[in-house]
């Protein structure tokens, strides 16, 4: 028999809940409107998605023509090497694309956060291979590598938010994002693939229940389903979403059974931003998490976001974004900071792209497999192929990747800071490639015409760097073929009048130089000028046609006086259509 009275069961509910309320108070957590850490201070979550880790998506592999969910991938890499051999890949892909040295350096970059996309067949077995089913088999691999990457997250003191990015079945229409198997039924036609992810979330919330640095939990990525018939496929027409309520209430009533501690962050259908029917909230330390891609960075752009976070007193999250131009990246992170709304930027890294802090090197082989996979032809042999794929999980490792200054400078420094910095050393006497231009914003480091891509907005698709070569700014770049020694092999194209490119140089002496402009053109004339500090022209030249955009030749110019120390070095393009390669300064006798 129960000897309590009803006053003292009160009293043992209200110490239990305050000493819950304490607890969380030590975690990163919701305040109104506000995302605050245990001393109740504001966090902008400024953070980085690891996407391609745990789960690859075509286009980061340059495989989206012919193979986007990784199932897909898996199967053309299972055709040519075997299943033994695919294993040994993955396990390898898994151990080098993401290790501390990458925590380390986005701490040293200005991240405080981490969002871990997660594929759930690391951390559980699909419905149809379930032994027993209804029942759930636990794998330790998924449960370890977040455990490693939680203890360099801890390390670097920065927050781990959990992303379920292919959740059981997949999520959404738009298969790649989530490895949706459209033979298979989806997390929304599966009772079981609904209760194995709830059970997984509750295992989750179970294992890191007093982990600090665990940010938080992001229940579902990017769900994109129509519930209605007839109503657009990937939900963004959905006026009830029902379905997608009822699994967010199940799955935080399952998480808040074992962890009353870490932030829930909740996706509305149509990638993230249709939240018709999703309100009125359900949990007092929650947030809402919307996606932004390739549209004009105005209040307006966010105005419906704003209007949820006041609407329903809870804090909002830029979860995913990224994608563009360097431009783009500081105006929307701008965006995101006045407004008081934290960031996670997507992704670390991807095959042969510029658009991102990390660059995976495409070699020659892997080209090989992709024009096979994609166009087929003679099949390339199993030992040429494992050779080519165990290369390519090599070259995920952050040793072995290159690495972008301009996209993190545009990502943090150019967000605050209006002025331009040296991308390289620029010693005069010497060579300045043309491609080293000052890091900047558009209109202050350079000029020009193109320089982010709006086409959700603008419904126009533009590429900002035609050449999508080497930097990531609004400048076009390409490979060049200059035989030239003092060539770096990459030269700015696509040139147009008005655009120019300001170098900050280190002048080691005062005096008098020549300078040497190497340039190609197939058809001119060009007019190219120069400006020293901003002052009028030093000179201005007409260049004409050297027979080929990759027939290279030089011109001299004398007489320009440089001060010792640092100088600004403008070159202007009165008239465009002129390839620069490199501008050589030699000091006169």
């Known amino acids: 028999m129960n000897q309590t009275t009803p006053i003292f069961r009160s009293m043992i509910v209200i110490i239990i809940m305050l000493s819950t309320n304490n607890l969380q108070a030590q975690y990163l957590h919701v305040n109104g409107k506000k995302i605050v850490d245990k001393n109740e201070k504001e966090v902008i979550l400024r953070g980085m998605g690891l996407g391609g880790w745990m789960l690859q998506e075509g286009y980061m592999l340059q495989t989206g023509s012919f193979a986007g969910p990784q199932y897909q991938i898996r199967a053309k890499i299972k055709d040519l090497i075997g299943e033994e051999n695919t294993q040994e890949f993955y396990n390898a892909w898994l151990q080098n694309h993401c290790t501390r040295t990458d925590i380390d350096s986005l701490a040293s970059w200005g991240f405080n956060s981490v969002r871990l996309p997660m594929h759930y067949n690391l951390f559980t077995l699909p419905i149809e291979e379930e032994p027993i089913a209804g029942e759930n088999t636990w794998l330790e691999k998924g449960f370890a590598m977040t455990d490693s990457l939680l203890k360099w997250c801890e390390a670097n003191q920065m927050y781990l938010i959990l992303d379920l990015h292919a959740a059981p079945g997949g999520q959404g229409h738009d298969a790649n994002i989530s490895d949706y198997d459209t033979s298979k039924p989806s997390l929304w036609e599966s009772e079981a693939n609904q209760q194995k992810t709830i059970a997984l979330w509750r295992k989750l919330a179970e294992r890191y229940v007093n982990e600090a640095w665990i940010g938080g939990y992001d229940l579902i990525n990017e769900p994109n389903w129509n519930f209605v018939d007839g109503q657009n496929k990937n939900g963004c027409e959905e006026t009830s979403n029902a379905p997608l309520r009822k699994l967010y209430l199940d799955i935080t009533e399952a998480i808040r059974s074992v962890d009353q501690n870490h932030i829930i962050y909740i996706e509305g259908n149509c990638w993230g931003n249709n939240y018709k029917g999703i309100f009125p909230k359900w949990d007092s330390n929650m947030v809402v998490s919307f996606h932004k891609y390739w549209n004009y960075n105005t209040t307006e752009a966010i105005q419906f976001a704003l209007d949820i976070r006041e609407e329903n007193n809870v804090p909002i999250w830029l979860g995913e974004s990224g994608e563009n131009s360097n431009t783009w990246f500081t105006n929307a992170i701008k965006l995101a900071e006045e407004n008081h709304i934290g960031w996670a930027w997507w992704p670390l890294k991807k095959v042969g792209s510029i658009v991102n802090p990390l660059t995976i090197k495409k070699t020659d082989d892997y080209a090989t497999l992709l024009k096979y996979w994609g166009k087929g032809g003679t099949k390339p042999s199993p030992e040429f192929s494992k050779k080519t794929l165990m290369e390519l ?27 331009s910095k040296q991308y390289s050393e620029n010693n005069v006497p010497g060579v300045i490639f043309a491609t080293d231009f000052d890091l900047g914003r558009n209109g202050i480091a350079y000029w020009d015409s193109d320089t982010a891509n709006y086409w ?58 020549d300078i040497v402009i190497r340039y190609a053109m197939a058809k001119g004339p060009s007019t190219i000028a120069v400006k020293i500090n901003g002052a009028d022209v030093a000179f201005s030249k007409a260049l004409s046609s050297t027979g080929g955009d990759q027939k290279w030749k030089s011109i001299k110019v004398g007489n320009i006086v440089l001060a010792k120390g640092k100088q600004t070095f403008t070159l202007l393009f009165e008239k465009g259509g002129a390839n620069i390669g490199f501008i050589k300064f030699a000091q006169k006798k």
Not at 393 to 398: E, L, Q, R, S
Request: no cysteine; glycine share 8%; net charge negative.
């Open 393 to 419: 999980a090599a070259n995920t490792h952050i040793q072995n990747t290159i690495y972008r200054p301009d996209v993190i400078d545009a990502m943090f420094r150019q967000v605050h800071e209006i002025g």
């Open 456 to 513: 959700v907005s603008s419904g126009e698709r533009t590429a900002w760097n035609s050449g999508h070569h080497y930097r990531n700014d609004g400048v076009d770049i390409e490979p060049s073929a200059d035989t030239d020694p003092d060539s770096n092999h990459n030269n700015i194209g696509w040139t147009k009048d008005g655009e120019w490119l300001n170098y900050t140089l280190n002048v080691n002496a005062t005096g008098v130089y």
